[in-house]
């Protein structure tokens, strides 16, 4: 069963790319379907406000559509779409930063209040519903350990697609993520983590073909 499933993941990715080439604009407009929710959730938690991760993610999108359009088709057949448009949107995000007088913080209107007792870190981020204080802790972690937290436990990245975004050896990422999670749960309040252990986790596909990002 595993098996077929990452055979019709490979189908959608070829099917996607092979659109790229014989028609951008139309290719580019299912990529973007395909995409942008993934794209979204990651800037979201980086960034903490909704405001800022529409915009970047409508810039990394912009920026990979450019791009694109100065690949030939040989270069798009061999691009890996998800960790070539979450390294432009990290990318992006990283500069943006940079240029900051200061980090943006989250507003509490923009933000649920605080879970129940019995929910834990892990339970709150796989659901997608984080609070105020895991926005704000997720903040607190080191640039590496946030985006490996978040590309490996909300999206479920493999941990390869994990290692090529964040441009490490696999036994470098996994060490971020694991780093990143366990400073979570302490700064979370040492609650007991449940459910991540039995996630599973995506399948990785042998030979995965990876384009990086345009400098």
């Known amino acids: 069963m595993a098996s077929d499933a990452i055979q019709t ?6 099917a996607l790319l ?8 139309a290719g580019f407009a ?7 929710r993934v794209v979204f959730s990651v800037a979201l938690r980086v960034t903490g ?21 100065g690949y030939e088709p040989a270069r798009i057949y061999s691009l890996q779409p998800r960790p070539w448009l979450l390294t432009i949107m990290l990318n992006t995000w990283r ?13 509490m209107a923009e933000v649920p209040e605080r879970p129940a007792a019995e929910s834990s870190v892990e339970d ?14 997720l903040d607190r972690l080191p640039e590496n ?12 990245l493999p941990m390869a697609e994990l290692a090529m975004v964040m441009d490490v050896p696999e036994g470098t990422a996994k060490s971020h993520a694991s780093r990143g999670l366990k400073a979570l749960r ?16 995506p399948a990785e596909r042998p030979g995965s073909r990876w384009g990086r990002e345009p400098r």
């Open 9 to 14: 993941e490979s189908e959608v990715t070829d």
């Open 18 to 25: 092979a659109a790229l080439v014989d028609d951008l604009d």
């Open 30 to 36: 299912a990529l973007v379907r395909r995409y942008q």
């Open 49 to 69: 406000k909704a405001s800022e991760s529409e915009e970047l993610s409508a810039e990394s999108f912009l920026r990979a559509y450019v791009a694109l359009r």
């Open 95 to 107: 500069n943006t930063v940079r240029s900051a007088v200061r980090r943006p913080q989250t507003p």
């Open 124 to 137: 709150q981020l796989v659901r997608g519903e984080t609070r105020r204080e895991l926005v704000v802790l």
């Open 145 to 156: 350990q946030r985006v490996a937290v978040v590309l490996r436990h909300v999206v479920g």
């Open 186 to 201: 302490d700064l979370f309040g040492g609650r007991r983590p449940t459910g991540w252990e039995n996630v599973s986790k």
